[in-house]
């Protein structure tokens, strides 16, 4: 696979070299990106990261209203133990720090580390992490699903209400509630390759696609002859709908999300089969989005989240925010 | 090369059909998207179209203080005069329309014709075209060039003084200019594959690149092996600083854009080179662009742009415009 690079050890460190050249209102230290001017004195900061590889995760996320800072790792690698930390420490504003991220293995035992080091500095620290891909695990066993594309709510929904003044303990129950109120499920086509690897993540048939595979490459539900793109839009939204959430309000937000090749023009023509599915349910669809939010670099297929909305949730997500990758 | 469609006969009316659910700014009808709302009475209008397949572009920069309409075509096939003639209907607030598109033979003819048509309608238009591709012909021969990713700042700069209530000589005048300080080159990794086609647009080998192709997959400069990122970014710099332009200020704005399937990662990361190189040439870089601007479906590769800006039209890039895909 074909990669416009340097060299595999340079690949994370220039890549973040250029998002800060390209987004002023971005800083980075070694592997943690932050807001210019640092942490917000007063406002519970919320932190992220997990491994590189899926921009604009994480760190095009940071930005007024969504997270404070990041800690990455290498590409589809958890960040370090110190990446961690350092994250905690620039998003400290005096009101404690929110550690919202994937649920990865690699990535818990580091933040998690992290955690108890930063609160001997006095730093409190709460965690949620994303529990979303309904294909990595039964409903009954929720806390074990990994984390995927749906995060992005939660980030933007935790990052409103750390906005309005809220405490650790609310900012953390709004993004506990934000996570268990989010789907996805995504369908692969074709693999990506981790730079320097020898080959690709996967290997998949010219004519294959595979329904619930996660965005590392983690085995899906089934594999077979590629479908019309309303059968797969049918039976992602056929999934969502039957994974069961608490007290669903009637209206919805959706992310139609390319894992990076599939392009915008067969992200449109799944959004419209997905929006009249959803209509016909009797849903309503607030604010959707359609594009590149949480990749896995060159992979192609696509990712369809579903967060249930209350009230409070919509209000948040509408709620004004600044960061170079947050679009509706 | 797997899709994610119905069929391909669909392909360009059902990705409008979501392009507008999605983003209710957007109306379509037919195969032209405009404003909801309409032309705005007493503003210059400004329409673009061609071939589809290259998301965001045409429609998604359709919104206040960029593109008032488009006319959009099969996939690479222009569009049909009735959808120029609707288009600039659609336009018309009764201070003329600029059909400002991508100078290529079938989109030239047809737009050429809706002039003609729309005049005996007492609508008064004028032309301007991209042509920005300095691969596509020497600088002597300018107006042979091919227009791509570039034409996004001649949408923005004109646009947002079509906003001003400048009539529409000042407003063409404006956009040519644009076009003239703008230049861009591309290098493909691989190619895409128009629905329904048997095969792909072109043959590249895996370990090839081509520097130089246009969009379509027009032939390049050359073919060689890959090469690494910052050599790739030194030769498309070296390429466009060479190409003459009128009183250059010493003030820029570059864009480096995704030909579809090349990621983020690999965009920071040549733009981190090429924001080198500027510096280092004494260029000020001003609101650069990097992402997803120009595409063709899932074409590998990227297109450096550069934009030589005088006062005006550094004021004019700056504006505020409202629209889905306008990303700074």
Same mark, same amino acid.
């Given at each position: 696979?074909?990669?416009?690079?340097?060299?595999?050890? $340079?690949?994370?460190?220039?890549? +973040? #070299?250029?998002?800060?050249?390209?987004?002023?209102?971005?800083?980075?230290?070694?592997? /943690?990106?932050?807001?210019? *001017?640092?942490?917000?004195?007063?406002?519970? %900061?919320?932190?992220? !990261?997990?491994?590189? !590889?899926?921009?604009?995760?994480?760190?095009?996320?940071?930005?007024?209203?969504? +997270?404070?800072?990041?800690?990455?790792?290498?590409?589809?690698?958890?960040?370090?133990?110190?990446?961690?930390?350092?994250?905690?420490?620039?998003?400290?504003?005096?009101? %404690?720090?929110?550690?919202?991220?994937?649920?990865?293995? =690699?990535?818990?035992?580091?933040?998690?580390?992290?955690?108890?080091?930063?609160?001997?500095?006095?730093?409190? &620290?709460?965690?949620?992490?994303?529990?979303?891909?309904?294909?990595?695990? #039964?409903?009954?066993?929720?806390?074990?699903?990994?984390?995927? @594309? %749906?995060?992005?709510?939660?980030?933007?929904?935790?990052?409103?209400? $750390?906005?309005?003044?809220?405490?650790?303990?609310?900012?953390? #129950? &709004?993004?506990?509630?934000?996570?268990?109120?989010?789907? &996805?499920? %995504?369908?692969?086509?074709?693999?990506?390759?981790?730079? =320097?690897? @020898?080959?690709?993540?996967?290997?998949?048939?010219?004519?294959?696609?595979?329904? *619930?595979?996660?965005?590392?490459?983690?085995?899906?539900?089934?594999?077979?002859?590629?479908?019309?793109?309303?059968?797969? $839009?049918?039976?992602?939204?056929?999934?969502?709908?039957?994974?069961?959430?608490?007290?669903?309000?009637?209206? /919805?937000?959706?992310?139609?999300?390319?894992?990076? #090749?599939?392009?915008?023009?067969?992200?449109?023509?799944?959004?419209?089969?997905?929006?009249?599915?959803?209509?016909?349910?009797? +849903?309503?669809?607030?604010?959707?989005?359609?594009?590149?939010?949480?990749?896995?670099?060159?992979?192609?297929?696509?990712?369809?989240?579903?967060?249930?909305?209350? @009230?409070?949730?919509?209000? +948040?997500?509408?709620?004004?925010?600044?960061?170079?990758?947050?679009?509706?």
């Amino acid at each position: 696979m074909k990669k416009l690079m340097n060299s595999p050890d $340079a690949f994370v460190d220039e890549m +973040l #070299a250029g998002l800060v050249a390209a987004h002023p209102s971005l800083v980075h230290e070694g592997r /943690v990106v932050c807001r210019a *001017g640092g942490a917000r004195k007063g406002k519970v %900061g919320i932190v992220s !990261g997990g491994g590189a !590889g899926h921009l604009p995760l994480f760190t095009g996320y940071v930005g007024e209203g969504l +997270l404070d800072a990041c800690a990455v790792g290498d590409v589809f690698a958890g960040p370090s133990v110190d990446s961690c930390v350092q994250a905690i420490h620039t998003a400290d504003g005096e009101r %404690g720090v929110l550690r919202l991220y994937g649920n990865y293995g =690699g990535d818990r035992m580091n933040f998690d580390l992290a955690g108890e080091m930063v609160e001997m500095d006095g730093i409190k &620290t709460t965690t949620v992490l994303g529990t979303d891909d309904i294909a990595s695990a #039964a409903p009954e066993e929720g806390t074990r699903r990994r984390g995927v @594309a %749906g995060i992005i709510y939660a980030y933007k929904i935790a990052g409103a209400k $750390a906005e309005t003044g809220a405490d650790l303990a609310e900012v953390t #129950a &709004t993004a506990q509630a934000a996570v268990d109120a989010a789907r &996805t499920i %995504g369908v692969a086509l074709s693999p990506c390759q981790i730079p =320097g690897a @020898a080959k690709a993540t996967f290997e998949i048939g010219p004519d294959e696609i595979e329904m *619930g595979m996660g965005i590392h490459g983690e085995p899906g539900i089934w594999r077979d002859k590629l479908r019309s793109a309303d059968d797969v $839009a049918d039976e992602m939204v056929r999934r969502l709908l039957a994974d069961p959430v608490a007290s669903p309000s009637g209206r /919805v937000s959706v992310l139609v999300n390319s894992l990076g #090749a599939t392009p915008l023009e067969e992200l449109f023509i799944v959004y419209r089969r997905v929006a009249a599915l959803l209509k016909k349910e009797g +849903l309503t669809i607030v604010r959707p989005l359609v594009g590149h939010y949480v990749t896995s670099m060159e992979m192609a297929g696509l990712s369809i989240s579903l967060i249930h909305l209350d @009230a409070e949730r919509e209000k +948040l997500l509408a709620a004004p925010c600044a960061c170079p990758f947050w679009r509706v």
